[in-house]
């Protein structure tokens, strides 16, 4: 129901009933409730914060995104796990048409740079300051993590690249 209420700020309604209701203190109210009650390694809730991110509210976008990028924070949920909750939200609320985008721009630029967040800290196993030499041994971890499951790498490169394809037509 959250996740319900905060993406009906970016997924386009076909009914003009649902577009003239706005009820920002309940997204607020839903944000800081996520922020609050769920530890910062659960997906859903930062599936959640991510949609927040292009809100048109700006203070729940900002709520949202101080969340998401808290640098005191360094644990983060598990690359694969975020990407699966994504990819199956993103498929799910998609039409047969690829050249639209389920939801705003910038949550996806949010959810692609969160991923990559994810990535480099579980990488890294959460080392919050890393070398430039060490991002070599980054490449070896992420590749092995390929060689486990092809799929989920080939549907997050299918994801970025649908990003990329629509966002420069």
Same mark, same amino acid.
């Not at 914060?49 to 644990?75: G, H, M, P, V, Y």
């Given at each position: 129901? !959250? ?5 009906? %700020?970016?997924?386009? &309604?076909?009914?003009? =009933? &649902?577009?003239?209701?706005?009820? *920002? ?7 800081? @409730? ?10 859903? &809730?930062?599936? $959640?914060? !991510? #949609? ?19 640098? /005191?924070?360094? #644990? ?7 990407? +699966? !909750? ?7 609320? &998609? ?14 630029? =949010? ?10 800290? /579980?990488?890294?196993?959460?080392? +919050?300051? #890393? *070398?430039?030499?060490? @991002? =070599?041994? %980054? !490449? ?16 997050? $490169? %299918? ?11």
């Amino acid at each position: 129901m !959250l996740q319900q209420l905060l993406t009906q %700020q970016v997924i386009p &309604s076909s009914s003009s =009933e &649902s577009q003239s209701i706005d009820y *920002p203190q309940c997204r607020q109210a839903a944000v800081s @409730y996520v922020m609050n009650v769920f530890p910062s390694n659960d997906c859903t &809730s930062r599936f $959640i914060l !991510l #949609t927040a991110c292009s809100d048109k509210n700006e203070d729940i976008r900002s709520l949202a995104r101080r969340n998401l990028f808290n640098e /005191q924070d360094n #644990t983060y949920p598990d690359f694969q796990l975020l990407l +699966k !909750l994504i990819l199956s939200n993103v498929q799910k609320n &998609s039409s047969i048409d690829r050249h639209t985008l389920i939801y705003h721009p910038q949550t996806y630029q =949010e959810m692609i740079y969160y991923l990559h967040r994810c990535l480099i800290r /579980q990488s890294f196993n959460g080392e +919050k300051i #890393t *070398p430039l030499w060490k @991002y =070599e041994e %980054q !490449l070896l971890y992420v590749y092995d993590i390929a060689k486990q499951n092809t799929t989920i790498w080939y549907n997050y $490169i %299918q994801f970025l690249l649908d990003f990329v394809l629509v966002i420069h037509d």
